[in-house]
């Protein structure tokens, strides 16, 4: 819940961001925003945050994915964690939403984590990767969704994912695609989204299975951005 129109100056510098072959880039944005980044932006991805699972109907304050495609964005976020945790959103919600945004066209983000309890009680791997599959669309594939892994007990706690833990989760999320969706699964990218910054993008990023980055609070502007961006041109140079 970040994003006035005062802010577009920064989308358009995101969009601006050079980019070498293979580094894909995309803002989702407040839903108020949406269409009016898409002008500013025309040539960049612009996405929102959630999308309802229904097209049309009794659903006061929603959108739909068809909405969304309308007013610009291109992908969505789904199931991510503030959603599961704040409006309770279950993970076959998160399946219909996934499967609607597919229909409108939209590429879709899907997310998974676990919490700081599950982690502490030894159940993370197996909280995420039951998470993944029961959220998981049996049709997907990379051409349109994304992964990405909210480590959730590392927002705002203090504590700090080392880089054996991105490793150890983000393979047991290859694993898991892998056997939901055959070899296809070795395709579908994974995000990692525990704050990622300017600092540790290249580290994190040259983690294996780890493709990219789900970014909350380094995305807010161009100047916090670009160094992120620079660590994956970096890497696929």
Known sequence: MNGLLADLADVQAIAALDRVDGVDCALCLPATLIASAAMAAPNFWIGAQDCHHNTFGAHTGCLSATMLAEAGAVITIVGHSERRVDQHETDADIMAKALAAKSAGLRVILCVGESDEEREAGNAVGRVTGQLSASLPPEASAEWLTIAYEPIWAIGTGKIPSMADVAEMHAAIRAQLVADLGEAGQGVRILYGGS??????????????VDGGLVGGASLTAAKFAPIVAAANALMA
């Open 196 to 209: 990622m910054n300017g600092d540790n993008a290249a580290e994190l990023l040259a983690i294996d299975n």
